[in-house]
């Protein structure tokens, strides 16, 4: 990556996080609420039959996707996130919400305790995280490549979704080889 690229995701990251951090957590929750039935009114159209559904467990600055996972699950769906296993993240089964059935990870954000494990390739949709975005779906992580190397594994078929507040839309990211676009990106 070219120095001026890193420099400029680098301005970017640090903006983004104190925009996020600015968020009160009513606002917060408002746009949680409004991200998660947006979700589940854009797979019921984009992809009814998705059986296998990946999503982040968020952390306290992130969209919330609490009432989105819950429904999934009411629903029959299955549900994986991220784990940590002592060297890399995998998918694992996300059985319910509840405190036993989770733990605190290496950057203290949830994770399934539960040690399922599912190929990437087998996710139908993606829900995934980020700090900025673009309407045609570039995506800024947080820096470690954690979601792009899962990324990079999953089925071409499979449904890659980005959501973000709306300042978290920008009219253009730095992209490079290894990073993964995205097939929508939602906002309210």
């Given at each position: ?25 009513g ?9 998660c039935?947006?979700?589940?009114s ?13 999503v ?10 609490t009432?989105f ?49 599912l ?7 993606w829900?995934?995280p ?23 594994k999953?089925?071409s ?8 507040h709306?300042?978290q ?9 290894h ?5 929508a990106?939602?906002?309210?």
């Open positions: 990556m070219g120095e001026q690229n890193k420099t400029a995701k680098s301005a970017l990251r640090s903006e983004m996080r104190i925009r996020r951090a600015s968020i009160d957590e606002e917060r929750a408002f746009y949680s609420e409004k991200i039935a947006e979700l589940i854009f797979l019921s159209s984009r992809a009814p039959a998705a059986s296998h559904i990946a982040y467990l968020a952390s306290p600055q992130e969209i919330d996707l009432d996972i819950r429904k999934m699950l009411k629903t029959g769906k299955s549900i994986f996130s991220p784990r940590w296993n002592g060297e890399t993240y995998l998918l694992s089964q996300v059985v319910s919400l509840d405190e036993r059935d989770l733990r605190c990870g290496p950057m203290g954000i949830k994770e399934p305790r539960e040690e399922n494990i190929d990437p390739s087998l996710i139908d949709v829900v995934v980020g700090l900025a975005f673009t309407a045609k779906g570039m995506r800024l992580g947080y820096g470690g490549g954690w979601y792009d190397r899962l990324l990079s999953a089925s078929e499979s449904l890659k979704v980005g959501v973000a709306p300042f839309i920008v009219e253009s990211l730095p992209f490079e080889e990073d993964v676009l995205l097939d990106v939602l906002s309210v």
